[in-house]
């Protein structure tokens, strides 16, 4: 029986890739930050890749924009000490494939400096481990803004979509940064999961960028809820927004792959989804 190790299970996507795993009846050994686990000692990664076919390397601190501005070290130091212990524990204890999780950030390092340089130092670190170590494949995938129905909204730092819905939930009101029109590409934690699990089937040399190929406005998310539980919504237009427009080139065809979840349904089955456990 092939042996799998998820790192991060306990996340957004890790929660709907254990769950997609499960159902192939895998092995599965997981290890999430919230459990204990310390990715940042070397010898705990030893431990958690000893016997392991597979390591699908998703562990990591949630940053935004706002967080990486202000605490930058907060979020970089850990990361680049979470991906390097695990990319070279994998390769030490025989680990056959290894998946990593890398971000948009890193085709704009400039815009994300601290995240895109977090990533791009594993994604280099990887390149590196190909040369010398040509036994241990790996690839690497990049999601774009994700969204999904396990996403923690008791969390301090959340992602736009995640972060509208718990204002929703708490006052019926939306404060929007910016005034809404800025556009992103989003994709569902659940197609991400899915793409991870045909990446690690293809194992493709070249990163592949996991976005829906779609824009949406951060208004079109205010609507979706707004749709089903009428708000209170205010613009405070001089807050910092990043790119007015921001989308990633997708190369999933690589894979096969082609995301399935529809954006504004989504976002209302989330929406219901949080609201019957959501307490303040």
């Known amino acids: 029986m092939k042996t799998i190790l998820i790192t991060g299970n306990k996340g957004m996507i890790g929660r709907e890739l254990f769950l997609l795993l499960r159902n192939k009846r895998y092995k599965i050994t997981t290890a999430d930050l919230k459990d204990g686990y310390d990715l940042t000692d070397f010898n705990t990664c030893l431990k958690l890749c000893n016997g392991i076919d597979e390591v699908y390397h998703l562990a990591g601190i949630k940053g935004n924009p706002k967080r ?26 025989g680990v056959k494939k290894f998946l990593y999780t890398s971000s948009i950030a ?36 990049r999601p774009s803004n994700v969204y999904g129905k396990f996403d923690d909204l008791k969390a301090e730092h959340l992602m736009v979509v995640s972060d509208l819905i718990r204002k929703s939930l708490k006052n019926k009101t939306i404060e929007v940064w910016g005034d809404g029109t800025q556009i992103r590409d989003f994709i569902n934690s659940k197609d991400v999961a899915k793409a991870m699990i045909k990446c690690m089937r293809v194992m493709p040399e070249i990163p592949i960028n996991c976005g829906s190929g779609e824009g949406h406005s951060v208004n079109e998310i205010v609507q979706a809820i707004d749709e089903i539980y009428p708000l209170n919504i205010f613009y405070k ?23 399935t979840c529809n954006f504004k349904k989504e976002i209302q089955k989330i929406w219901r989804f949080k609201k019957k456990t959501f307490k303040q």
């Open 68 to 93: 990486t501005k202000e605490r930058p070290i907060d979020f970089m130091g850990p990361m680049i000490r979470f991906d390097t212990n695990m990319i070279l524990a994998a390769q030490k204890m």
């Open 106 to 141: 890193v085709l704009n390092p400039e815009m994300d400096k601290y995240p895109a340089w977090a990533k791009k130092t594993a994604e280099t670190l990887i390149e590196a481990m190909r040369i010398q170590y040509p036994e241990i494949k790996y690839c690497i995938i």
């Open 237 to 259: 237009k001089d807050a910092p927004i990043g790119d007015k427009i921001r989308l990633m080139p997708t190369n999933l065809e690589l894979i096969n792959f082609k995301p």
